[in-house]
């Protein structure tokens, strides 16, 4: 069984920075794209950030780029999102998750295992 464990939300205020990060209990994790996603109140899930198996292609969300970087260290399984220039629009919670069959996948239902979230909440 996979298991996904979210870490480093938090309240801070605008322009502030966040570090996420995403422990995931599976010895072939360097066989997973990982990626980023977000979930604000009343809206669908979308993606924000994604990086291949051995960190050679990455893809963001265009309302991050430049703002948001992802990286991972297969020896640690783990993935992470620097989240630097935050708005009050960044606000949700964070998924991390990890796919199989993909590349660098940026559609939720290209995703396999799923982790419980992180609150990041932005304010003005």
């Known amino acids: 069984q996979v298991q996904l464990v979210e870490s480093g939300g938090g309240s801070v205020p605008v322009g502030g920075s966040l570090r996420l990060s995403c422990v995931v209990s599976a010895p072939t994790f360097s066989t997973y794209a990982m990626g980023w996603f977000r979930q604000a109140p009343g809206k669908e899930r979308e993606f924000q950030a994604v990086?291949?198996?051995?960190?050679?292609?990455?893809n963001y969300a265009d309302s991050v780029k430049g703002r948001f970087t992802i990286s991972r260290d297969n020896a640690k399984n783990t993935v992470y999102l620097q989240m630097n220039s935050l708005k009050p629009e960044d606000t949700a919670v964070y998924y991390c998750?990890?796919?199989?069959?993909?590349?660098?996948?940026?559609?939720?239902?290209?995703?396999?295992?799923w982790g419980q979230g992180t609150q990041v909440t932005v304010s003005s």
């Open positions: 990086v291949s198996r051995n960190s050679g292609s990455k």
């Open positions: 998750a990890a796919a199989r069959r993909f590349i660098a996948p940026m559609v939720v239902g290209w995703y396999d295992y």
